[in-house]
Each structure stands twice: as structure tokens, then as C-alpha cells.
């Protein structure tokens, strides 16, 4: 356990910024589980509660391989991982669903977007951290099926579609706004960014359009306009 709580900034470490990485992901996989938990409640059919019953157990285990990573370096995980809660928390309650399909949507534009943003940002980290990232990030079978279920929710019910596409777009700001804020706030990008690849700001304006284009893309699987 460190004697003073981790802090991420300016004049961070690659290998502070590593575990700022590691901190937000590991929250952003509690929280993955606890929301997936709380939908498969919500569940009209017993299929779909024991589906996303699994996902979220799936997203729990995520956590804890984090977690452990982190503990395996010496340090405690809750001090890593607390600085983001907040963040995040807050972020949640300005996006709450108003209803089960849109709960769904959530889940497929946030991790949509959260996967993709730590990937890229993970060609930064060295090699065990970032196989242990895209591991835990590789959600295609999460995908697939929230994909196949909102479609199966669009084709019962067409006039969900417009209300959807809105929350869609709605979430992706949010994503993109918590992205930058916590990327500022605790400069991960800028000391991952190692071995001056290159102009930090167009940096981030590329990393942030293939978000967006990723996220698009996403969205027409679905037969929506992002």
C-alpha cells in the first residue's frame, strides 16, 4: 500500500499513466457489471436475463483480472482505481435509461466507445498491460448480441428507432466528453505518447474522429444515423 494517494498529472510517469489506465478501466468493468446486473432484473424474457446475467459476470471477472494486475505491482487497487469513481459515477446519472431498450443501447455505445479508447490508448503501455487491456476489452460477443437484440426490439417496434438514435447520439457525447475531461485531467495520453510520435493535439483529433467514425459505424448495424 502506498503511504499518499496515487495522483496522475502533468508531469505523470509512462508508468503512472499506465496505472491510471489500469484504474479507469478497472472501474469502468464494477460499474459494466453492476448496470448489466441491474438490466437483467429488467428483463422481459428469461433469455435475456440469463444472457445478460452472463455478461455481467463476464465484465466481473474483467475487474478482477485488473485488479489483480495491479495488486501484483505492489500497490493498492482501490487507491488507483478511486480517483475515476467519481467521474464516472457522475457520468451514469446524467445518462440514466429511461426504460430497458434504452439500457441496452447504453451498454452497446459505452462499451462501444470505452473499448475502442482503450485500445488505442493501450498501444502506449508495455506488453503485458496492454495484452491484459485488449483482453479484457474484447467485447464482440457483447456486441453481437446487444446488436441482435436491438434490432429484434427495432423490428417489433419501428418508431423506437428515431428515439433510439437520439439516446445513441446523446451517449456518445457524454463518452467523448469523459474521455477528454479524464484525459486532461490526469495527462495518461500525453505520457503514453512516448518517443515523440508526434503533435499531441492532432493526436487526440485523430484518436477521437476514429471514436466517432468506429461509433457510426456501430450505429448503421443497427440501421440508425449516428
Not at 479524464?182 to 505518447?193: H, R
Not at 466517432?212 to 440508425?224: I, N, P, T, Y
Request: proline letters at 3%; zero cysteines.
Amino acid at each position: 500500500m502506498t503511504d499518499t494517494p496515487l495522483t496522475f498529472g502533468s508531469s505523470a510517469s509512462a508508468d503512472d499513466a499506465e496505472l491510471a489506465l489500469l484504474g479507469l478501466i478497472a472501474y469502468q468493468e464494477l460499474t459494466s457489471f453492476e448496470h448489466l446486473s441491474s438490466d437483467a432484473r429488467l428483463s422481459p424474457t428469461l433469455v435475456d436475463r440469463e444472457i445478460l446475467g452472463r455478461l455481467a459476470v463476464a465484465e466481473f471477472g474483467h475487474f478482477e483480472l485488473v485488479r489483480e494486475l495491479i495488486a501484483a505491482r505492489g500497490l493498492d487497487p482501490q487507491e488507483v482505481i478511486e480517483p475515476f469513481m467519481e467521474s464516472l459515477d457522475e457520468m451514469h446519472r446524467r445518462t440514466k435509461p429511461g426504460d430497458w431498450y434504452e439500457s441496452l443501447t447504453k451498454a452497446y455505445v459505452i462499451d462501444g466507445v470505452a473499448g475502442d479508447f482503450y485500445s488505442l490508448i493501450a498501444s502506449g503501455l508495455e506488453p503485458e498491460a496492454r495484452d491484459l487491456v485488449h483482453q479484457v476489452k474484447r467485447t464482440e460477443a457483447n456486441a453481437d448480441w446487444l446488436r441482435d437484440r436491438l434490432q429484434l426490439a427495432i423490428a417489433d417496434h419501428p418508431e423506437r428507432a428515431s428515439r433510439m438514435a437520439l439516446w445513441g447520439r446523446r451517449l456518445l457525447g457524454e463518452a467523448l466528453t469523459q474521455a477528454r475531461e479524464i484525459g486532461e485531467k490526469y495527462d495518461y495520453f500525453g505520457a503514453l505518447q512516448a518517443e515523440g510520435r508526434g503533435d499531441r493535439g492532432q493526436e487526440m483529433t485523430t484518436l477521437f474522429a476514429s471514436l466517432v467514425e468506429s461509433h457510426s459505424r456501430r450505429m448503421r448495424q443497427l440501421g440508425m444515423t449516428a
